[in-house]
């Protein structure tokens, strides 16, 4: 299989790369962290000019129509910059969302608004008690015999960005028992809705996420994303998409840490001579290398599959990604603190930061022996 990136999928690579080597300087990258967002609108709405948040979008709803790989390109440049603007949470899994399930009037009202950067969404769907099990919802969604609507009760768990969402797509249960696959439902609602309650916080890597309880949230009928009880394979596909996303950010993430390691043992010395020198810290500094090339063929190769394979393939390449960006990331990230010494373990250097942001990509949606496990079983 080709994977050789085009020439508009260049152009977009050198784009990205181009604004994370400008915009992204580290200490910059720190204030931002800090910031009440967490992240630069005003590099929300740069994303928004050049196209970045319409490229996955279908064009009938001003979107561009891009497909895997443009997202992938897009997400190997945040790692490198650690990107903080939550293009995974509105763009990847809420916009994927609406764009694969949603009505033409859901449609037409979000994509557009997402597209133009004027709105920010958020999936709502992980529970406390779920931990990996996407079937395993709590939260509840009972029909309003007077309003015609559903109310909503629940709990969910490590919303990404929730705190600067416009909008909230959740998960809750119209039928079955709480591991039941059948009986999940999706709702789009406000997240200024009554009885919506959202405590934002700092996550170690410096991202943003939220615990969001719904008390008693009442919301209309036509705010159903998709067939009432049939809404976890929707959620599975888009998880499994922002999986082979997530892969590919730490691609981007593995490559700075083995540019930034190589460049230290050039200049740090011992008796006398650079580091480099010594052919110990060359083998290693090759292991993490190959680490990183393996994860980034298979990351870009998992693309052509999630555009044009049955979700049976999409399902197991996405697994097989996962698993082995967790496993490749822990490797350059370890071996990279390692080989920077104490200065490796301090947060006034880059390596640390991306080590953590490594670990969370690892745990999100699945970390590696739990997609082991699922590739093996399928």
Known sequence: MDTTLTEEQNLLRDSALRFVRNEYEFERRCALADSDDGFSRAHWATFADLGWLAMPLPEA????????????VLMEAFGRGLVLEPYL?????????????????????????????????????????????????ASIAKKDEKGGGYVLDGHKAVVWHAGAADKLLVSARTAGGQRDEKGISIFIIDSASKGVTIRSYATNDGQRAGEVLLEGVSVAGEAMVGKEGAGLPAIEAVIDRARVALAAEAVGA????VEQTQDYLKTRKQFGVPLSKFQVLQ?????????????????FRACATLDNGAPAAIARTAAAVKAQSGKAGKFVGQQAVQLHGGMGMTDE????????????IDALFGNA??????????
């Open 61 to 72: 709803h001003g979107g561009l129509g891009g497909g895997a790989t443009e997202m992938a």
């Open 89 to 137: 949470a509105t763009i990847v899994l809420g916009a994927g969302l609406i764009a694969a399930s949603g009505s033409e009037a859901q449609k037409g009202e979000i994509l557009p608004a997402v597209a133009g950067g004027n709105m920010l969404l958020a999936l709502a769907h992980g529970e406390p008690q779920a931990r990996f099990d996407l079937n395993d919802v």
């Open 254 to 257: 593995m490559a700075a840490l």
């Open 283 to 299: 083998h290693r500094l090759v292991e993490m290398f190959n680490e990183h090339q393996m994860a980034q063929a298979l990351t």
């Open 349 to 360: 250097l880059p390596v640390g930061h991306y080590f953590k942001r490594l670990s969370m």
């Open 369 to 378: 022996d739990f997609h082991l496990a699922r590739f093996a079983g399928m």
